[in-house]
């Protein structure tokens, strides 16, 4: 029961990626946060905020610079 096979730290990275990218890329994730009943739901600049923490932990430099570039509003 407690045998499982851990996975590469390289294919959970992958995925973590994949679901940022796509989080982003879905049409009803916010721009800004929403009044009202929806005050926590997260927002394009969270996803890339965390896709370029993401890019930084693996030291994928410039992939980083460029993500928190788009929350930041400064050029990558």
Do not use: S
Request: aromatic fraction near 6%.
């Amino acid at each position: 029961m407690f045998d499982a096979t851990q996975v590469a730290p390289a294919d959970v990275w992958a995925q973590i990626e994949k679901d940022l990218k796509d989080a982003i890329a879905e049409t009803n994730l916010p721009d800004r946060i929403p009044a009202g009943d929806e005050k926590a739901r997260v927002t394009k600049g969270a996803a890339h905020a965390l896709l370029g923490k993401v890019y930084i932990y693996q030291e994928k430099w410039a992939q980083a610079a460029a993500e928190l570039a788009l929350v930041n509003g400064t050029p990558a």
